[in-house]
Structure formats: structure tokens, C-alpha cells
């Protein structure tokens, strides 16, 4: 197991009220293995992102890597071999920094030799594909599918085990993408390596998972092996995410679920059990797990 992560919860303070984003996760990654994690906007996937690379406190839980149980103590085991590519990546760089600078600055923190540092981005850029002459220029000279090669060039400079993608595909258009992610699965021949994808977009994680996470409402409310998910979509919002028309999901009756299923308004076969109660998770078929009551 290369990562687990286990009850992960985190809240926000705001209008002076506390709402829960990431709400008692469980997740795990297997060495070499592609997960992702799919749900709409607004499900807590960055939250989460955020709390497994200690980059948010989050208030419950507990996070091994490599079956090591890390904490803000032990956070130093996870560089460089985690690493994680952001969804806001561009934005984040300083727009004066050349895009080597950028892609050498994980390793520079480390205070590697000079020359060590320029023979990493001589082999990461060929594995990314990107012309050599593309170091020297600035982030704002660069394509949207230059850019995303560029992250994850610097996500893998450092030989990371696993790497993180915060819908780091998104923007691009449909061919740039699938270029993108086939060079990521291209990369996986080469060097041992797990990825965990967050995406809100199930196709995506049909292309390129072993194995999916639906997060609704910061809830993880069923997981699967990728082609038994596709088959026995067993959540009624799975349901919908799979025929994608979750966008014109419409609320089906009143009153709130406070401490039940998060899907409860939208959902055509909820009961009063549904709304006071939140399901146990259940074991329907091999490694297939759903939080519902149907099933029950
Ligand atoms: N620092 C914060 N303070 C208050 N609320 C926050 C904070 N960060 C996130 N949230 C809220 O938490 C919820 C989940 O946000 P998050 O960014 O994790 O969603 P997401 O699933 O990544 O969405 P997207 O697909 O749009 O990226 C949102 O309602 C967001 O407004
Ligand atoms: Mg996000």
C-alpha cells in the first residue's frame, strides 16, 4: 500500500457557522495502482488533496504512507516522493520565473549539485516531451498543453512514487488531453509509479483508473474496480453521473438531510430512513462498496 488515508475529516468556519467539506474519508492507493476520485464541484476533492499533503490541518484522521503513519512531525518522509500537480498550477508561479527554474525548484530546495540538477531537467523534459528551448521562456509564452507537461515534468524531477493530479487535465481541450494522459500512462512502463486522480469528470477516470472513488458532498458514497463501476453503477448519483446529466440534476423533494445521505433532496428513491440516517457502507460485490440504503 503506498497510501492510506482513513476517517479524514475537515471543516470550515464561515458566516458563522461550521460546515463539514471532507467528511470521514477512507481511501487507499496500492503500489502502482491508478485511482481516481470523481465528483461534481464543490465535493471537498481539493480539501482533501489539501489534507493529505499536510498542506491543510484537517481536524480527524489518519494518513499512512507506505504503511508509516505521517504527521505533521513526519510530513519530511512524504517529499519528493509524493508529489502533487494542482489544479491552479500556472497561477501559482511567479510569471518572471523561466519555466527551468520552475521545473528544477524541488530539487533546488534540496541543495543538489548544479550539475546533477541540469542533467534531471535534460531527462524529464525529453520524457515530457518538451523541446529543449522551451527552458529559457516564461510561463506566459507557454500553451495550456505546454504548460500541463511543464507540471508534470517538475512533479516527477524529484523520481516521486506517487503522484497526485488536481484535475490537472481540465483545461485542456479533448486531443491536448489525451495526449497528456497518455504520456502519464506511457510514463508508468518506465518508472514505478501510482497516481491518484481527482476529477470531476468519470469518463476521464474511465480512461485511465483501476479503480474509482464517487465523492458527493464530501462524502466517499461508492468505490469500485473501473469496469465494475461502469457496469453495476449501484449509487443513484452514480447512477446520473454515468449517463451525464448530473448538470441537470433537479431537486425532487423539500427539507434537508442534516444527518443522512447528502443526496437525499435529489434522490427518487429516498425514504424518511434516508433523510434521519446515513447508511453503512456495503460490500455488494468484490471490492465494490456503496453507502446506501438500497442495498441494505
Ligand atoms: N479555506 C476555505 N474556507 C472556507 N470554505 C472553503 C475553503 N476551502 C474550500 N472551501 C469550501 O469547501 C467546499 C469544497 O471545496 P473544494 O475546493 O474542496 O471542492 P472541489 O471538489 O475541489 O471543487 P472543484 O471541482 O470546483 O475544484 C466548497 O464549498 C468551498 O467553497
Ligand atoms: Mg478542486
Not at 488533496?49 to 484537517?58: I, Q
Not at 497516481?195 to 461508492?222: Q, S, W
Request: hydrophobic share 40%; glycine share 6%.
Amino acid at each position: 500500500m503506498i497510501l492510506e488515508a482513513r476517517g479524514i475529516r475537515k471543516s470550515f468556519f464561515a458566516y458563522k457557522k461550521r460546515f463539514s467539506v471532507v467528511k470521514d474519508v477512507d481511501i487507499y492507493v496500492e503500489d502502482g495502482e491508478n485511482v481516481s476520485i470523481v465528483g461534481e464541484s464543490g465535493a471537498g476533492k481539493t480539501t482533501l488533496v489539501h489534507c493529505l499533503s499536510f498542506l491543510e490541518e484537517y481536524d480527524g484522521g489518519q494518513i499512512y504512507f507506505k504503511d508509516k503513519l505521517i504527521d505533521k512531525n513526519s510530513i519530511h518522509v512524504l517529499r519528493n516522493r509524493m508529489q502533487i500537480v494542482f489544479q491552479n498550477f500556472s497561477a501559482s508561479l511567479d510569471p518572471r520565473m523561466s519555466i527551468k527554474k520552475i521545473i528544477a525548484e524541488p530539487l533546488r530546495i534540496k541543495g543538489l549539485s548544479h550539475s546533477y540538477i541540469e542533467e534531471k531537467i535534460e531527462q524529464v523534459i525529453e520524457i515530457v516531451h518538451l523541446p529543449g528551448h522551451v527552458l529559457m521562456r516564461k510561463k506566459s509564452s507557454l500553451s495550456g498543453g505546454e504548460m500541463q507537461r511543464v507540471a508534470i515534468a517538475r512533479a516527477l524531477i524529484s523520481s516521486p512514487e506517487l503522484v497526485i493530479f488536481d484535475e490537472a487535465t481540465s483545461a485542456l481541450d479533448t486531443s491536448t488531453q489525451a495526449i497528456a494522459l497518455n504520456l502519464l500512462i506511457d510514463l508508468k512502463m518506465k518508472f514505478p509509479l501510482s497516481y491518484l486522480f481527482i476529477t470531476h469528470d468519470l469518463t476521464l477516470a474511465k480512461f485511465i483508473t483501476d479503480r474509482i472513488y464517487v465523492m458527493y458532498r464530501g462524502r466517499i458514497i461508492e468505490e469500485a474496480p473501473t469496469e465494475e463501476l461502469f457496469k453495476h453503477p449501484l449509487h443513484p448519483y452514480t447512477m446520473l453521473l454515468k449517463e451525464g446529466i448530473f448538470g441537470q440534476m433537479t431537486q425532487i423533494r423539500e427539507g434537508n438531510s442534516k444527518n443522512g445521505c447528502e443526496f437525499y433532496p435529489f434522490c427518487r428513491w429516498a425514504t424518511k430512513e434516508c433523510q434521519e440516517h446515513l447508511s453503512p457502507v456495503k460490500e455488494v460485490n468484490t471490492k465494490h462498496f456503496v453507502r446506501c440504503f438500497l442495498y441494505n
